[in-house]
C-alpha cells in the first residue's frame, strides 16, 4: 500500500478526492442557488428571509473553501470551472426563484441532494482511516440536517 504524505492510502484519498470534487461542484450551485433566491425574493416575508439567505450563502463559501483546500490537502486538485461543475451537478438548479415557499423548498432539496453526497463520502473516510475528511463532512451533515429541520418547520412540514 502506497501512503501519502498524511499517512493515508493513495488510491482511497484519490477516490475520496473524486468524490469531493463532485461535492465541491454541487456546492458551488446550492452557493448560486442562495445567491440567486437571497438576489430575488419578494413578498411580505422579503426582509427576515433576505437576511437568512445571506447567511446560508456566507457558510455555503466558507464551506465551499474547506471542501477545495481538503482535496489539496489529499494530494489532489479541486474543479474550479462551471463547466467542471455543470457536469457533477445533482441538486436542483434554482433559476428566478423569487418567491418564499419555493425559495424554501429548494434549498431543502439541495441540502437533501448535498446530504447523499456527503454519507457516502463519510462512509468512505471511514474505510480509509481519514479522520480529517471524516470530521469535516460529520459536521456538515450535522449542520444540515438542522438547517432543514429548521426549512421544513417554516414550511409547516415534518421532517
Known amino acids: 500500500m502506497n501512503l501519502n504524505s498524511i499517512g493515508l492510502d493513495q488510491n482511497k484519498t484519490r477516490e475520496l478526492a473524486k468524490d469531493l470534487n463532485d461535492l465541491l461542484a454541487n456546492f458551488q450551485i446550492y452557493y448560486q442557488n442562495l445567491r440567486g433566491i437571497h438576489w430575488n425574493i419578494k413578498g411580505k416575508r422579503f426582509f427576515d428571509l433576505h437576511v437568512k439567505f445571506e447567511e446560508l450563502y456566507t457558510d455555503a463559501n466558507l464551506k465551499v473553501d474547506e471542501i477545495a483546500e481538503r482535496i489539496l ?11 467542471d461543475y455543470s457536469k457533477l451537478v445533482k441538486i436542483p438548479v434554482g433559476k428566478n426563484v423569487s418567491q418564499d415557499e419555493k425559495a424554501v423548498c429548494l434549498i431543502v432539496d439541495s441540502l437533501a441532494g448535498l446530504l447523499q453526497i456527503e454519507r457516502k463520502i463519510l462512509e468512505k473516510s471511514g474505510d480509509a482511516n481519514d479522520e480529517g475528511t471524516n470530521s469535516m463532512m460529520s459536521d456538515f451533515i450535522t449542520e444540515q440536517e438542522k438547517t432543514v429541520w429548521m426549512m421544513k418547520a417554516w414550511l409547516g412540514e415534518t421532517v
Open 73 to 83: 490537502t489529499l494530494g489532489e486538485t479541486p474543479l474550479h470551472t462551471f463547466e
